[in-house]
């Protein structure tokens, strides 16, 4: 069964929430409060206007009016609002920002399930070497 259109909130991040540490939802999720850490969804996020985001986010339809501070990866849309603030890369298969948006970093749109394909063992290649780096610094640095 597809569940795109279900608009039930499985998940909700309240506005006076901080939270530090990975997280991993399921269904709709909307985050309104403080995330310290890396955000993995198997369906809709909202973050919103007020919310604050240090981390990567994962999902399949993604609004952001919020703050957010690390890479976004939306497997459907991605709806940057005229509120939101982005600093890191994104990958996504569709895109709408809004004016009065602000974005930092590169953007992936992916229209074709072969480029999704590419783009995402590219991201995935970087991002291996990346978390080698502070080891190899420490080591030979």
């Known amino acids: 069964m597809d569940k795109s259109g279900d608009f039930s909130i499985n998940t909700i991040i309240g506005p006076n929430t901080s939270l530090t540490g990975d997280v991993e939802v399921g269904g709709f999720t909307r985050i309104d409060g403080s995330i310290r850490g890396d955000v993995r969804a198997k369906g809709r996020v909202v973050i919103g206007e007020r919310a604050r985001m240090k981390g990567n986010l994962t999902g399949t339809n993604i609004t952001v009016g919020g703050v957010v501070c690390g890479n976004i990866i939306a497997d459907g849309h991605l709806v940057i609002l005229s509120t939101a603030l982005v600093i890191g890369d994104i990958i996504t298969r569709r895109i709408r920002a809004d004016d009065g948006c602000f974005i930092n970093g ?18 995935r290649d970087a991002q291996g070497i990346k978390s080698t780096l502070p080891v190899f610094n420490r080591t030979y640095g």
Do not use: G, L, N, R
Request: proline share 6%; hydrophobic share 40%.
């Open 106 to 123: 590169k953007v992936a749109v992916c229209p074709s399930d072969e480029i999704w394909a590419k783009t995402m063992t590219e991201h």
